[in-house]
């Protein structure tokens, strides 16, 4: 018997999950409109309950289990490889001035984007502003308490950390991991040892992450994507949507026209190629990146398509990609000014010109310091409400309504994220004329990630 490819297992998992999740929304619904709360509460309890909260001492929480050992199990070991990954590169390029053009070139395929991105937001979000789209009427007020109202450039001063055990010992610190990578790739490189005994565990160290990866991939990725998007889908309310489905359309049609378009547009500009064998080819990542919402559980999976099915070389993946996870948040800076002027239409702050500047920059900021992982996008989004001063009553009861719809568009705004980082990577490979044109022309998907 034909083993099913895993793109094929994960689409199948993807649908089903959606499919059901889909099915228990409406069982909840009709069980809480007809007064039956205990018995949603007891199959919530059994299959969806998220244990870590008071409310779910006492529960099975089944399906959030399997999500969440899944989730761990990648983020497990994403520092070490993003860390390894980044030596690797560095010190694979022994030629000094190609490090600087790639760096360079990555940077400019970067910033290209995300201003494009951030035009784009911007100009959906002004115009729903100024048709007063965003007026719906908000009566419950909620409080919501966090510490992220930060200055946004703090992101600069935790990038060198005070300790480096500490610095990369949280995986909220990519950041960190990217800094001291290409550090000490450039230290090894001055070394010039080829037997060095640091740089042979650096290798063995990514070997073993990758094997890890792949193994966790290829054997539990469908039924966990099944999972968290099962869960989703059914502990989610009806009323939060009602409140804000205009800020919901609206976002996640423009998060999906720029993920067709946008990307498409990017690598025909920079590159002059045809981006249609791209967007046929990404598409298994973008739903990878979708089911999980976590850019750095996609790393593996994005680096080995970009690999072997774009061509780009494996030197400027390691490079690219994971530098990309930390910095190039095009689908989260889209989010945060859509939802910020949402934010700032119901709660009645006037939003100039001068305002969406700002509010842009501050996304920039904000989406840069955002960590890989599920959730992160509208919880950061606090540090732009505070920046701009959007602070008032309404201000926080609409940011919480965000908070508690916003999980289908960090799913879709993951996929942004990490098609773009691909993206960019071609751009740096063709400059650099280490893009395999062959392989990226090649429009043949049949084995298009069979194994991982």
Not at 73 to 90: E, G, N, R, Y
Not at 283 to 293: D, Y
Not at 365 to 391: E, K, N, Q, R, W
């Amino acid at each position: 018997m034909k083993k099913i490819s895993l793109t094929k297992r994960i689409f199948i998992a993807l649908i089903s999950g959606v499919t059901m999740g889909v099915i228990f929304l409406f069982l909840r619904e009709n069980l809480m409109s007809n007064g039956n709360h205990e018995i949603w509460h007891t199959i919530n309890s059994i299959l969806f309950q998220d244990i870590t909260r008071i409310e779910g001492s006492k529960a099975i929480g089944l399906f959030y289990i399997i999500g969440q050992l899944f989730i761990n199990s990648l983020q497990l070991v994403i520092i070490p490889m993003v860390f390894t990954s980044i030596i690797i590169a560095v010190t694979n390029i022994q030629d000094a001035k190609r490090l600087k053009r790639i760096s360079y070139k990555t940077f400019l395929g970067f910033g290209m984007s995300s201003v494009l991105a951030l035009i784009y937001a911007s100009i959906i979000g002004m115009a729903a502003y100024r048709a007063k789209l965003f007026t719906v009427t908000i009566n419950q007020m909620s409080t919501v308490t966090t510490s992220t109202s930060s200055n946004p450039l703090n992101i600069l001063l935790k990038a060198i950390p005070q300790n480096i055990l500490a610095g990369l010992s949280n995986n909220g610190n990519v950041l960190v991991a990217v800094f001291l990578g290409i550090s000490i790739g450039i230290v090894l490189n001055k070394m010039n040892d080829k037997d060095s005994v640091l740089k042979k565990g650096i290798i063995e160290l990514n070997k073993i992450s990758q094997i890890f990866l792949t193994f966790v991939i290829d054997k539990f990725a469908p039924i966990a994507i099944f999972s968290l998007l099962m869960r989703t889908f059914a502990i989610y309310g009806i009323s939060y949507l009602q409140i804000a489905s205009i800020y919901f359309i609206l976002t996640a049609i423009s998060l999906i026209v720029f993920l067709i378009l946008g990307y498409a547009f990017i690598v025909w500009v920079s590159t002059g190629l045809n981006p249609i064998p791209f967007m046929k080819k990404i598409s298994n990542v973008a739903m990878f990146a979708f089911s999980t919402s976590s850019s750095a559980a996609s790393l593996p999976i994005n680096t080995k398509t970009t690999t072997e099915k774009l061509g780009v070389d494996e030197v400027t993946a390691s490079f690219v990609l994971p530098m990309g996870m930390t910095v190039n948040m095009n689908g989260t800076a889209i989010m945060q000014v859509i939802a910020t002027m949402f934010i700032a239409g119901v709660a009645g702050y006037e939003i100039t010109v001068f305002n969406l500047i700002t509010i842009s920059v501050l996304a920039l900021l904000a989406s840069v310091g955002t960590p890989a992982a599920p959730g992160s996008g509208a919880i950061i989004l606090f540090t732009i409400l505070s920046g701009m001063g959007y602070s008032n009553e309404i201000a926080v009861s609409a940011y919480a309504i965000i908070l508690g719809i916003n999980r289908p568009l960090e799913m879709l705004l993951t996929a942004l994220n990490v098609v773009g980082d691909s993206a960019v990577s071609i751009y740096v490979a063709k400059s650099e004329g280490k893009l395999d044109l062959e392989k990226y022309n090649a429009l043949d998907t049949k084995e298009l990630i069979t194994q991982i």
